[in-house]
């Protein structure tokens, strides 16, 4: 007995796995983003002048010493 995803052709399964990748790093985002931004001042998660700031957490290694 073969089952479903042995009877797809494997184009058609490997749009499917990026589809389902792509998905599920869209899905995570958010969740990662929130994760990252409870590390960081509030002047580094939401400045206007730079977004990098962000990443790079400047005004976080101002004011703690540390990043």
Known sequence: ???QAQKRPAALQAVL???LITWMIAA???FFWTLW???KVEGDFFSLADWSNVITGEMTTRETGDA
């Open 1 to 3: 007995m073969s089952n």
């Open 17 to 19: 796995v990026i589809i």
């Open 28 to 30: 995570a985002f958010p």
């Open 37 to 39: 931004g409870s590390f």
